[in-house]
């Protein structure tokens, strides 16, 4: 009838048809597999992910943590890769745990700052400075 309506399929972007489970692309923090019948539903990623589309139906893997997370190296769940945790740096996007050469624990790095903060040699996040929005 030329009218648009939301997928009947969770997590799905674009549809074949609303009302079929025939998905052409998932949502972030979702992955597209084959379902009964030929149908594309769309499996939700492990939690605080963004993308894990190289996944399958025995690996639940991620491939990038949503922002404000990062890959935790040594903290595996159970059918999956590195977990996506909080990265705790205060103006940090994305993070990597790194778990090195630090006597007694971890140490958290930060990889990518918010706008207006650089990052410094020892994976914080610093400010720019007034009236800087690039540095």
């Known amino acids: 009838n030329g009218t648009c ?3 009947a399929v969770p997590g799905c972007e674009d549809c074949e048809f609303a009302d079929t ?3 052409r692309s998932c949502l972030p923090g979702y992955r597209r597999q084959e379902g009964p ?3 594309h539903v769309c499996v939700h990623c492990i939690d ?3 993308n ?3 996944a399958t139906d025995e690996l639940d893997i991620c491939d990038e943590c949503r922002s ?8 595996w769940g159970s059918n ?3 977990l996506c945790e909080p990265c705790k740096i205060q103006h940090c996007e ?3 745990f790194d778990f090195g050469d630090v006597v007694g624990g971890r140490q958290t790095r930060c990889s990518r700052c918010s706008h207006g903060f650089v990052l410094t040699h020892h994976g914080a996040c610093e400010t720019c400075g007034n009236n800087c929005k690039r540095c």
Do not use: N, W, Y
């Open 5 to 7: 309506s939301v997928c």
């Open 21 to 23: 489970p025939l998905c």
């Open 37 to 39: 019948g030929g149908a």
């Open 48 to 50: 605080h992910c963004e």
């Open 52 to 54: 894990c589309t190289s």
């Open 68 to 75: 404000g997370f990062g890959f935790s190296v040594g903290k």
């Open 80 to 82: 999956t890769g590195p």
């Open 94 to 96: 994305q993070c990597v």
